[in-house]
């Protein structure tokens, strides 16, 4: 892996991280503005708990060494929670700002996993769990 390969890894899945796990505890503890937004999208209280604690799963295993088909799963479900996000503030017609967060996070997802090194990979020779 060439270092400017391991660099742009290593800052997408940092930040990543920090963003997954910000929000996610925001999303734990339920603050009002949080649970007034997603009010506002659709989404009941719960679902907050639901996705804050896989939000902070998701960071321990991406940042966990090996364990490279939980880490795809993991990828996969900040991909759809971003995703998600993006497409509910579409539905509601929310304004421009809203995308912002979700769609920063969708591309440091796909960045990390793009760059993650081989031993994160799933590949014949490491796709033990």
Same mark, same amino acid.
């Given at each position: 892996?060439?270092?400017?390969?391991?660099?742009?890894?290593?800052?997408?899945?940092?930040?990543?991280?920090?963003?997954?796990?910000? /929000?996610?505890?925001?999303?734990?503890?339920?603050?009002?503005?949080?649970?007034?937004?997603?009010? /506002?999208?659709?989404?009941?209280?719960? *679902?907050?708990?639901?996705?804050? $604690?896989?939000?902070?799963?998701?960071?321990?295993?991406?940042?966990?060494?090996?364990?490279? %088909?939980?880490?795809?799963?993991?990828?996969?479900? *900040? *991909?759809?929670?971003?995703?998600?996000?993006?497409?509910?503030?579409?539905?509601?017609?929310?304004?421009?700002?809203?995308? *912002?967060?979700?769609?920063? %996070?969708? $591309?440091?997802?796909?960045?990390?996993?793009?760059?993650?090194?081989?031993?994160?990979? %799933? /590949?014949?020779?490491?796709?033990?769990?």
């Amino acid at each position: 892996m060439k270092k400017r390969d391991k660099i742009t890894y290593w800052v997408a899945t940092i930040w990543l991280c920090l963003g997954m796990i910000s /929000t996610g505890i925001v999303q734990l503890v339920q603050l009002e503005e949080e649970v007034q937004k997603m009010n /506002t999208l659709g989404y009941p209280d719960y *679902f907050l708990t639901i996705i804050g $604690v896989w939000k902070i799963l998701g960071v321990i295993v991406v940042l966990a060494p090996k364990m490279p %088909l939980i880490k795809e799963w993991a990828y996969a479900g *900040f *991909f759809f929670l971003m995703s998600g996000a993006i497409f509910t503030h579409l539905a509601v017609r929310d304004e421009l700002v809203e995308y *912002f967060g979700p769609a920063l %996070l969708l $591309v440091l997802t796909i960045v990390s996993w793009y760059f993650r090194p081989a031993d994160r990979k %799933l /590949t014949k020779a490491n796709d033990e769990i």
